[in-house]
């Protein structure tokens, strides 16, 4: 199989602390691919650094073969991001919303019509194109979220904690549109979440990540085979112990910071 994320010996220290510690992995074209760790074992930080939004203290990074780090213009190109936070403009239509995103990847008005039509379509807003953000429920803005991350045909979809604060009903549906859409679209998926159940039961591929290292890569049957375990959540906490995290709140104020950032792009 092609590998489409290929990650070297990848280091992030800030000041003394090291909050990734020689990452290595890779994950293949076409992959569903959960990373998984408690909170503050940096993964943050890591996808930070894939989509370009913080440099590497050292390592190195291809996206589709595109290094991040030397061309991070020609990388944002090759992959569509959701943040776990909304980063929707409330006071903007849906079509707006994804009329502005288009203008910035420069997707020429004829193709972004279509491109627009077809989405909003395939996350049923269509009706609502021309309805205000802000008075979309909470599942609503995140399918207009994941249209808007798909608009320039990515080949990779970053998503951080995509179902976050949403209610069950409304993460599997959320859920079921990412699988078709990995299909559909053809597109390889990264994504984070907290909710367990979510990563077993959709992805291919899991890394578990913990101060700051890869702790184990593999499918999730195979992570509970390894761990003689018979769910993932069991697996997870046998491989990352039982002891409650703080949240690393430095890494996600930082975050916060570069999206200001992002959106100026």
């Given at each position: 199989?092609?590998k489409?994320?290929?990650v070297?010996?990848?280091?992030?220290?800030?000041?003394?602390f090291?909050?990734?510690?020689?990452?290595?992995?890779?994950?293949?074209?076409?992959?569903?691919?959960?990373f998984?760790?408690?909170?503050?074992?940096?993964?943050?930080?890591t996808i930070k650094?894939?989509?370009?939004l913080?440099?590497p203290?050292a390592?190195?990074?291809l996206?589709d073969n595109?290094?991040?780090?030397?061309?991070p213009e020609n990388a944002?190109?090759?992959?569509?991001?959701?943040f776990q936070d909304q980063s929707?403009?409330?006071e903007l239509?849906?079509l707006e919303?994804?009329?502005?995103?288009?203008v910035l990847?420069g997707v020429?008005?004829?193709?972004?019509e279509?491109r627009?039509?077809e989405l909003?379509?395939?996350?049923e807003l269509w009706d609502?194109?021309?309805?205000?953000?802000k008075?979309?429920?909470?599942?609503m803005?995140?399918?207009?979220e994941?249209?808007r991350?798909?608009?320039?045909?990515?080949?990779?979809l970053f998503?951080?904690?995509?179902?976050?604060?949403?209610d069950?009903?409304t993460r599997?549906?959320?859920?079921d549109?990412?699988?078709?859409l990995?299909?559909k679209?053809?597109i390889?998926?990264?994504f984070?979440t907290h909710y367990?159940?979510e990563?077993e039961?959709?992805?291919k591929?899991?890394?578990i990540m913990?101060?700051?290292k890869?702790?184990a890569?593999?499918?999730p049957?195979?992570?509970?085979?390894?761990?003689k375990t018979?769910?993932?959540?069991?697996a997870?906490?046998?491989?990352t112990?039982?002891n409650?995290?703080?949240?690393?709140?430095?890494?996600i104020?930082?975050?916060?910071n570069?999206r200001?950032m992002w959106?100026?792009?």
């Amino acid at each position: 199989m092609d590998k489409i994320i290929e990650v070297k010996n990848l280091i992030k220290k800030f000041k003394d602390f090291k909050a990734v510690d020689d990452v290595t992995f890779e994950v293949e074209k076409g992959d569903i691919f959960a990373f998984l760790g408690p909170n503050g074992a940096g993964k943050t930080t890591t996808i930070k650094m894939l989509t370009t939004l913080l440099k590497p203290t050292a390592g190195e990074i291809l996206l589709d073969n595109i290094n991040v780090i030397k061309h991070p213009e020609n990388a944002r190109k090759n992959f569509g991001i959701v943040f776990q936070d909304q980063s929707l403009d409330d006071e903007l239509t849906a079509l707006e919303n994804m009329e502005f995103h288009a203008v910035l990847y420069g997707v020429g008005k004829n193709l972004r019509e279509k491109r627009i039509e077809e989405l909003l379509n395939y996350v049923e807003l269509w009706d609502r194109r021309k309805s205000l953000v802000k008075t979309f429920s909470g599942g609503m803005k995140r399918r207009l979220e994941i249209a808007r991350g798909l608009l320039h045909h990515p080949k990779i979809l970053f998503l951080d904690e995509p179902t976050s604060g949403l209610d069950p009903q409304t993460r599997n549906y959320i859920w079921d549109y990412i699988a078709k859409l990995n299909k559909k679209e053809d597109i390889t998926v990264f994504f984070t979440t907290h909710y367990i159940e979510e990563a077993e039961k959709y992805s291919k591929t899991i890394a578990i990540m913990d101060h700051g290292k890869i702790i184990a890569k593999e499918s999730p049957q195979k992570l509970k085979e390894q761990t003689k375990t018979d769910s993932l959540e069991a697996a997870f906490l046998a491989l990352t112990g039982n002891n409650i995290r703080d949240e690393d709140a430095n890494g996600i104020d930082q975050l916060r910071n570069h999206r200001k950032m992002w959106r100026g792009h």
